[in-house]
């Protein structure tokens, strides 16, 4: 069975970081592109970043400079977000691009006060 969990989320000041994290289960993790979801509430889905298998990353525009994806041989998925805003504020979703569609953990939520 397929998992996604991921933890860090949490309340945080404006220029402050946060590192989520994301544990795989149940998938050939080393073949999957991962990537980090966003939704801001009235919004929709946005691509955070992702990771491909061979270790390339693509950002979306908005943290380009700020965030960090990155990935393990033990099936994790990383985060790292500094000089945090509070348009970063939203519930955050870890996710694997799989031959049969895509997999979502379900969400950690990133707070960020102005």
């Known amino acids: 069975q397929v998992h996604l969990v991921e933890s860090g989320g949490g309340s945080v000041q404006a220029v402050g970081s946060l590192r989520l994290s994301c544990a795989a289960s149940?998938?050939?993790?080393?073949?999957?592109?991962m990537g980090w979801y966003r939704r801001i509430p009235g919004m929709e889905r946005e691509l955070v970043a992702a990771i491909y298998s061979n270790g390339i990353t693509k950002y979306g525009d908005s943290v380009k400079g700020r965030f960090t994806i990155s990935r393990d041989n033990a099936r994790n998925v990383y985060l790292q977000m500094n000089d945090l805003k509070s348009e970063d504020t939203a519930m955050y979703y870890c996710?694997?691009?799989?031959?049969?569609?895509?997999?979502w953990g379900q969400g950690t939520q990133v707070n960020v006060s102005s």
């Open positions: 996710n694997a691009q799989s031959p049969w569609g895509p997999i």
């Open positions: 149940g998938i050939a993790f080393t073949t999957y592109t």
